[in-house]
């Protein structure tokens, strides 16, 4: 019996991968934008798509001239999140996280804390910002340590680590460590203060909130999201 399950679980792994879950769940099941809103107006989705396994966000597809920042149905607190992305020529986009969702706020860059997504093949941006606002950069706040993005076109791969009990965060994006950041307290409430939301009354502040994918006039698009909450009793 002991040889016959070990047999079967090498031929599993040969055949399909067998991969344990270990918690991960799927935010986007493939086919639609279930268990998605836009920020501050519902599911009206304004240009954001799903095609063959992906979602994609098409300025020429909007339906209204307002911002469609796709955001998440359920609230985060400590989480692991994996996500590969593809930014257009000269494309800028973000991933968001602790957003508060309010009549209060336009946007959810007013409250949450972005991950930078951008075509770092966009030299006049890349030139004129610096690598504070690059692919891979705690955005305004912590730049990355090493620029490991591709090239507008090709998929880039996000792993966020978000842990408010621990106070601890970091990225890593392609397969590197590129950032390592507390994420509340006083060491976090000091890199906010020598950035340019240092004015902002609610910047960083909600340690639990929702996630969200920025849209940012250009095309992006993401697939394979899924999420993994830590601490969990």
């Not at 992305?85 to 986009?93: A, F, K, P």
């Not at 460590?177 to 939301?197: M, R, T």
Request: aromatic fraction near 12%; charged fraction near 20%; include cysteine.
């Amino acid at each position: 019996m002991k040889r016959n399950a070990i047999f079967l679980f090498s031929l599993c792994i040969a055949m399909f991968g067998c991969q344990q879950n270990d918690g991960w769940i799927s935010l986007f099941d493939g086919e639609t934008l279930d268990g998605w809103h836009v920020y501050g107006h519902g599911k009206e989705y304004n240009g954001w798509t799903v095609d063959q396994g992906v979602i994609l966000f098409d300025p020429a597809l909007r339906t209204e001239s307002t911002s469609a920042n796709l955001t998440t149905d359920k609230q985060y607190s400590s989480f692991e999140l994996s996500l590969e992305w593809m930014i257009g020529e000269h494309g800028n986009s973000g991933l968001m996280w602790g957003v508060i969702e309010s009549d209060k706020y336009e946007h959810p860059y007013l409250t949450g804390a972005e991950i930078q997504i951008l075509d770092d093949g966009w030299t006049e941006y890349v030139t004129e910002r610096g690598d504070i606002n690059r692919a891979g950069s705690l955005y305004n706040l912590m730049p990355p340590s090493q620029v490991v993005s591709k090239h507008a076109g090709e998929w880039n791969k996000y792993l966020l680590h978000i842990d408010q009990e621990n106070n601890e965060g970091f990225l890593i994006f392609n397969d590197v460590k590129v950032l390592e950041f507390p994420v509340n307290g006083p060491d976090w409430q000091a890199l906010i203060d020598k950035s340019p939301f240092g004015v902002w009354e609610d910047f960083g502040k909600a340690q639990t909130g929702y996630i969200s994918l920025q849209e940012h006039g250009g095309k992006v698009a993401f697939r394979n999201i899924k999420i993994r909450e830590l601490n969990q009793e």
